[in-house]
């Protein structure tokens, strides 16, 4: 028998047909021991998270005004989900102690940490399992820095006792146990450190979509779904924007070896998105890349200077310049006598005209130029290492929409190839370079 850790997002434990979902998948599988349940999300577009309606809870009670309206709201959500659900315990007496809590404590953490607490409370009970409280087996450190390895222990001793048990998501506490959340998302995060801890064979992230496709649906019509993801690829589309997971989720059970599989509480049969640690040796027979996936709003800094590549600390001179001005880079790419700087527009906002000023002075290049308007497109997978002929397909995929390359970066590792393309070609790129590599 294995153990299986399973996280349920806020859509996935919206009203109380979905928590009868999620009985009947954990029900069907005895190796699940450990749930970490997010806070209700929203059962329709126009509808309200919890966590919302809890941070507003907390402004009002900050600004002395009445709360109680707002979580009335709140205690509708919990208390219609626990009739229908006909659980035996007293959840209005839970609503009032939340209520209370939030107005004496004037704390936004403790506030916004209720929408897990009390979903883990109700789903403990349906399930019949025991409840563990996260601000007693998650820590943060004095300055609200996860600390990894002391949770590791505390919660490693606290499953030992627990059979099985649900540990809400999304927040733990500061050393003297005053409750402190991750950021937004962070029940993700919550169920890997579980899963970790477990020593669980495989993370269970279900969600309300069957996994990682691989091209934006905005943008690509139809994508296919990835099967299989390696934690590095995943870190590489991510940075892309490809969002289904929070991005610091894959810390905790990378470094345990314990692959996550991302599924659908609506479609619990499809077997959405494995990510692994290393790619399955028969995985790109049939297909050379992983995912394809871009930003916009980037600036290419060129410098030239005869001889640049003969002179010694010219790189470090104009990252230097970035430094000393607080700008941090994404992409390098360096030619004989030219260097380029990729670099996001948010982060030029202000420093533009100052960079320029020290970079002439330090580096008395011969020509120096800002280019905005730049998007980034990154075409990821293990596939690509091996395959030849990956970058030609690429660029003639390119080449035959009419897109006009501004930059090439590809990493050694080979696991990724990025361009730099005008911004009105993003959308033309992202649909040439996805038809180049699938064929429906
Ligand atoms: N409930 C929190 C949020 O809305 C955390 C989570 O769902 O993961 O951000």
Redesign the pocket.
Known sequence: MGIKVAKF??SSLCDAEHFRKVKAIIESDPDYRYVVP??PGKRFDADE?I?DLLYQCHRQVERNQSHEETFRKIAERYTQIARELELDFDVNELMLETSDAIRRYKNPDFAASR??YMNGVLLAKYLGWDFIDAQDVVKFDRQGIFASEWTNEIMTEALSRHERAVIP??YGSFPNGDVHTFS?????ISGAIVARAAKADVYVNWTDVSGFLMADPRIVKNPRCIRELSYRELRELSYMGATVLHEDAIFPVHKAGIPTNIRNTNDPDDPGTMIVMQPSPDRHRDQIITGVAGHKNFTLLSIEKAMMNAELGFGRRVLQALEDFGVSFEHLPTGIDTMSVVIADRELVTRKDQIIQRIQQTCQPDAIELSAGIALIATVGHGMTSAPGTAARLFTALYEAGVNIRMIDQGSSELNNIVGIDVDDFETAMNAIYRAFVKD
């Not at 937004?184 to 993700?188: E, L, N």
């Open positions: 997002g806020g997010s806070a998270k966590t929408g897990e998501g999304f937004r998302g962070g029940s993700d």
